[in-house]
């Protein structure tokens, strides 16, 4: 199974990139991943039509909630059932236009708090890890 955040916009601040950048190469162990940074709605959507058969979620505060427990079983059910990619979709500052939450359907909420859009990529990424290691039986979630 391939991860793949598609992400609206650049991370521009270089604390947050070195961080995302370094969960990256720890997913990397687990399974492939990889970043890609869109303009816009409207070139993501042309991502996902050029992989229909993928997973999609779009990070969004009105998505469902997960402990790291339950997303860790969430990705372990997907990888062992041959899902071939599944790709999160990250907002910018603005959020997401209707056009993008009308083409994906699932969604995940890292929190009820608001957070920024930089900072909650990193937050995806971590979780992401954490439930790599959890699935490996890993001490570090502990």
Known sequence: MKIRLLML?????????AILDDYVKRISRSCPIEITEVRDADAAIKKLDADRA??????????????SESLAKWLGEQRDRGTREVIFICGDAD??????????????????????????RVMLAEQIYRAFAIL??????K
């Open 136 to 141: 490996s039986g890993s001490p570090y979630p």
């Open 54 to 67: 993928a997973t999609t979620l779009l990070l969004d505060a009105t998505g469902k909630q997960h402990d």
């Open 9 to 17: 916009g650049k991370t521009r601040r270089s604390e947050f990139r």
């Open 95 to 120: 959020g997401f236009p209707e056009s993008l939450k009308q083409r994906v359907g699932q969604r995940l909420s890292l929190s009820s708090m608001t957070y920024s859009h930089e900072l909650a």
